[in-house]
């Protein structure tokens, strides 16, 4: 095993690698523009406020070719579409605009969550209103429906005799008026394909019946689809360690949007839906480039616009969101994806994959991740992060993590980062049998290969040492940890 530590190395960092952004087709869509004596003036002003228009319209045209079977031949429009400034931060419009902390009754997180979300979330007024609900096994296929629709029941009933006993109107409190047209009872958040932080992709039987739930109850299901294109076959047959990758099999089609199932079901509320689907183009051109979408019914992408924000600034990422949409006319992000970013990141998936089953599994480790695409006989991997479950005879993950960084300069992201803020139960669960608290997350997106087998080298020394020490008796120290 590795005693080389002089260098940290961050797997938890979800980032991708800088030399893997795709500055070059940036920089020509940015010359296009800038030199254009029609668009450069425009894009150096005020953007429309529901985004650059040009962009809707050529992303409508990208995400209906890549969901074309999904879309059952009913393609999304410009006028579903809604430009953002990332994920993170739609997700905050998005409740500025269509809940109400004094009305929306909670915000449902599939459990294990990406962390950063629940700051955003309390930041909008829910502090204390925030409840996950469990992944669960592979026969929820995702997540547990059946401990969401009884937490939404007492959670309406509450509500409801709240409501009876106080003589006042079961209505929105703060966001009233014609400013706020529509506002949700519930708002629940997933990530559905290559879950953040575990892995998962959601059965299509799950996807389906989460929107009949988000149906009955009122809710907007918010779902962050930033992972969908990128896949690759889990088989590793083909994938030399030497740099080279062979062509991939056909792949089937990436798995149905919640925001197209509800759209293709009988019943469906033409003006707002109850999904919506947060993109963004952070996984596959750059974090620094500060544009994603909203792909929704036209009622929720026209109020998005109004945010005040936007009243007030323009559209969110105006000048970036002209580079991009020449990126998608002609072509050259489709080409970073496919010959850039899966090849790299299939050839470091597998790498570590054959680490873990070289150094960790041998130690008890278990790849906790569900890849559940198997629908056309090929199971698939992707997204950025590997899950692990650590086995019962070494302390939570999170002392783990504490002596991995303090004494051999390796961080990871451990399973208590992943509770849902605010919510006992959370806690409870992680900490109980087979709970996240004995998990931890790897990301294969941020280092370069011989980093990843160093990092996972690390880990293994991490394990064996702290056996070494509980077969001598000796306490193990847990020190608070960062979340960088």
């Known amino acids: 095993m590795s005693n080389n530590t002089t260098k940290p190395i961050n797997l938890q960092t979800g980032w991708p690698s800088a030399r893997l952004c795709a500055s070059a087709a940036i920089l020509?869509?940015?010359?296009q523009v800038l030199t254009s004596e029609v668009e450069a003036g425009p894009a150096m002003l005020y953007g429309p406020r529901i985004g650059h228009t040009p962009l809707r319209k050529s992303l409508a045209t990208w995400l209906s070719t890549f969901y074309a079977q999904s879309m059952a031949g009913n393609p999304t429009t410009k006028d579903r579409i809604a430009i953002s400034n990332g994920a993170s931060g739609n997700l905050a419009n998005i409740l500025q605009k269509f809940a109400d902390p004094l009305y929306t009754r909670a915000i449902f997180l599939a459990e294990p969550t990406y962390f950063l979300a629940c700051p955003i979330m309390e930041d909008n007024g829910f502090r204390g209103k925030l409840r996950g609900v469990p992944e669960g096994g592979p026969e929820h296929g995702g997540l547990d429906l059946g401990f969401l629709r009884q937490r939404l029941q007492e959670t309406e009933a509450k509500a409801v005799r709240t409501a009876a006993d106080s003589s006042r109107a079961d209505a929105p409190v703060?966001?009233?008026?014609?400013s706020y047209p529509k506002v949700f009872k519930y708002i629940i958040y997933v990530v559905p394909t290559f879950a953040n932080p575990s892995g998962k992709t959601m059965a299509e039987r799950t996807r389906r019946e989460l929107v009949r739930i988000a149906r009955e109850f009122d809710a907007l299901v918010i779902?962050?689809?930033v992972y969908d294109y990128l896949r690759w076959p889990a088989d590793p047959t083909g994938d030399g360690h030497d740099g080279t990758t062979m062509a991939s099999p056909p792949l089937p089609p990436p798995p149905s949007r919640l925001v197209d199932i509800d759209r293709g079901m009988d019943g469906?509320?033409?003006k707002w839906g109850n999904t919506l689907s947060n993109g963004s183009f952070s996984k596959?051109?750059?974090?620094?480039?500060?544009?994603?979408w909203?792909?929704?019914a036209p009622g929720l992408a026209f109020e998005l616009g109004e945010v005040g924000s936007s009243s007030s600034g323009g559209g969110p990422a105006h000048l970036s969101s002209t580079f991009v949409d020449k990126m998608l006319r002609s072509g050259a992000l489709d080409t970073h994806i496919q010959t850039v970013l899966i090849p790299t990141y299939r050839r470091r998936y597998h790498i570590m994959m054959g680490c873990i089953a070289q150094l960790l599994v041998p130690l008890g480790v278990k790849v906790d991740s569900s890849?559940?695409?198997k629908e056309a006989g090929i199971a698939l991997g992707g997204g950025f992060f590997l899950y692990l479950r650590l086995p019962d005879d070494v302390p939570h993950a999170r002392t783990v993590a504490s002596v991995a960084l303090r004494e051999h300069g390796l961080r990871i992201a451990f399973g208590h980062l992943f509770v849902v803020a605010g919510d006992e139960g959370s806690t409870a669960r992680a900490e109980g049998p087979g709970g996240i608290a004995r998990c931890f997350r790897l990301c294969w997106a941020w280092?370069?290969?011989e980093e990843l087998r160093e990092g996972v080298h690390r880990l293994a020394d991490t394990l064996a040492s702290i056996r070494e020490r509980i077969a001598r008796g000796e306490a193990i120290r847990d020190e608070a940890l960062g979340v960088r």
């Open 284 to 292: 596959i051109i750059g974090p620094g480039v500060r544009v994603g």
């Open 28 to 31: 020509d869509g940015a010359q």
């Open 371 to 373: 890849i559940s695409e």
């Open 447 to 449: 280092h370069e290969e």
């Open 268 to 270: 469906y509320d033409e």
């Open 174 to 178: 703060l966001k009233t008026g014609p």
């Open 294 to 296: 909203a792909d929704c």
């Open 223 to 225: 779902s962050d689809d």
